[in-house]
């Protein structure tokens, strides 16, 4: 099994310049604003926010909708790092184990001495002992260390990095 490639791996040519800057920073805003609504607040036609919609799509630039649902309104408000060792000769029947777990939410492949560092979550501090040993139970693992966050202080943004060099008057018009 071939590991996820993120958007860069798939697609390392895709270039953005300012209005697709300020289409993304508007759908970061609000993700379920419609093309129309889109158009008006960034000032472009709506073929235009279509065309451009459907090049990002093409090229993998937009996550999932389902990654900004919060795992706590799912039962599961506990969240931890899972700092995986495993055996060099079964990393693929290990990542492909872990893609089996649900509370597994993502997992990365880290430079280091950790071989993978795997986000999951659970109900409580039992439930989270359930989740690590899932993860310590799949094949090829053969050690594992759990960190608990404890509350996130910074939340997934992506704002900073679309308003970056992006001149002022191509900002989205506020709603």
Same mark, same amino acid.
């Given at each position: 099994?071939?590991?996820?490639?993120?958007?860069?791996?798939?697609?390392?040519?895709?270039?953005?310049?300012?209005?697709?800057?300020?289409?993304?920073?508007?759908?970061?805003?609000?993700?379920?604003?419609?093309?129309?609504?889109?158009?008006?607040?960034?000032?472009? /036609?709506?073929?235009?926010?279509?065309?451009?919609?459907?090049?990002?799509?093409? /090229?993998?630039?937009?996550?999932?909708?389902?990654?900004?649902?919060?795992?706590?309104?799912?039962?599961?408000?506990?969240?931890?790092?899972?700092?995986?060792?495993?055996?060099?000769?079964?990393?693929?029947?290990?990542?492909?184990?872990?893609?089996?777990?649900?509370?597994?939410?993502?997992?990365?492949?880290?430079?280091?001495?950790?071989?993978?560092?795997?986000?999951?979550?659970?109900?409580?501090?039992?439930?989270?002992?359930?989740?690590?040993?899932?993860?310590?139970?799949?094949?090829?693992?053969?050690?594992?260390?759990?960190?608990?966050?404890?509350?996130?202080?910074?939340?997934?943004?992506?704002?900073?990095?679309?308003?970056?060099?992006?001149?002022?008057?191509?900002?989205?018009?506020?709603?």
């Amino acid at each position: 099994m071939e590991p996820a490639k993120d958007a860069r791996e798939q697609h390392p040519d895709v270039q953005f310049d300012d209005t697709d800057r300020a289409l993304l920073l508007a759908l970061d805003e609000d993700p379920r604003m419609t093309t129309m609504a889109l158009a008006q607040r960034c000032g472009l /036609a709506r073929g235009t926010v279509h065309a451009r919609l459907e090049r990002f799509r093409e /090229a993998g630039v937009l996550r999932l909708n389902s990654a900004r649902v919060d795992p706590a309104r799912l039962g599961r408000p506990l969240s931890a790092m899972v700092a995986v060792e495993l055996d060099q000769h079964d990393i693929d029947g290990a990542i492909a184990a872990l893609s089996r777990v649900p509370e597994v939410l993502e997992c990365f492949a880290p430079a280091g001495e950790t071989d993978l560092l795997v986000r999951v979550v659970a109900r409580d501090p039992d439930d989270l002992y359930r989740v690590s040993e899932d993860v310590r139970l799949c094949p090829g693992v053969t050690r594992t260390r759990t960190s608990v966050y404890l509350r996130r202080v910074i939340p997934y943004r992506v704002g900073p990095l679309l308003r970056e060099g992006l001149p002022k008057n191509r900002l989205p018009k506020k709603s």
